[in-house]
């Protein structure tokens, strides 16, 4: 069965600066995998999604992810952080058979100004 | 509809009550979620509606909870017996069935508090 882990409970950053939250995946076969965001007392946004083609995909809000089929990474990154992304982010997958979407347990991030 | 409604937004129960949460997904979406998301944790699979094919139950927690979707359309949760350990927010989500459009559309959720 497919599984994802997001290693970190939190990320805290400074604003203006890059961050990065981490995902590991496990599946059958090729993935496809998303990232979602989820700002307080709102429900859940989708921000990107890796389906085929190149390893760099970029998404909403100036947020983009790279694949990495050797480390079965999918990385979330931001060049340079706001205040607004403070938010809790999830990463999630499933196998190209059509199986379940499963989500990590979230990470939280908080950007401070 | 224009997104993935849910109702209610707000249930609150006596423990050992029964209660049903109600999906109604994007329309022509044949890809049907639930997940459960208690305070502060992550999101929990419970059970996947694909077309016609037989639903994925391996995420239900216990033989109280069960789900039906009618006409390939709504789908309904049901938790029987509710216990306080089900109070959370309960979210559906649906999704297309084209490789380049297959990312999950989430409703606002039923926050369910059993008391």
């Known amino acids: 069965a497919q599984s994802v882990a997001q290693p970190e409970d939190q990320v805290n950053v400074a604003e203006g600066n890059p961050l990065t939250v981490k995902c590991t995946y496990s599946?059958?076969?090729?993935?496809?995998l998303f990232w979602y965001v989820q700002y307080p007392n709102r429900g859940l946004q989708f921000l990107l999604k890796?389906?085929?083609?190149?390893?760099l995909v970029k998404g909403s809000y100036g947020f983009e992810a790279e694949f990495n089929k050797s480390q079965t990474s999918f990385h979330l990154k931001k060049p340079s952080a706001l205040v607004s992304d403070s938010a809790l982010y999830f990463c999630?997958?499933?196998?190209?058979?059509?199986?379940?979407?499963?989500f990590g347990k979230g990470t939280t991030l908080s950007v401070s100004s | 509809g224009a997104g993935v409604s849910q109702s209610p937004s707000n249930k609150v129960t006596e423990k050992g009550k029964d209660v049903e949460l109600r999906c109604d997904p994007i329309s022509g979406h044949t890809a049907l979620y639930w997940y459960r998301q208690s305070l502060g944790q992550g999101l929990e699979f419970l059970i996947y509606?694909?077309?016609?094919?037989?639903?994925?139950k391996s995420g239900l927690p216990s033989d109280r909870f069960s789900a039906e979707r009618t006409g390939g359309s709504v789908s309904t949760l049901t938790i029987q017996r509710t216990q306080q350990e089900d109070s959370a927010v309960y979210l559906c989500?649906?999704?297309?069935?084209?490789?380049?459009?297959?990312?999950?559309?989430f409703g606002q959720g039923t926050r369910l508090t059993v008391v």
């Open positions: 509606f694909q077309g016609n094919s037989a639903p994925d």
């Open positions: 890796y389906i085929t083609g190149d390893n």
């Open positions: 999630a997958v499933r196998d190209q058979a059509g199986t379940a979407l499963i």
């Open positions: 989500a649906s999704s297309s069935v084209g490789v380049m459009n297959t990312e999950a559309f």
């Open positions: 599946v059958s076969g090729n993935p496809y």
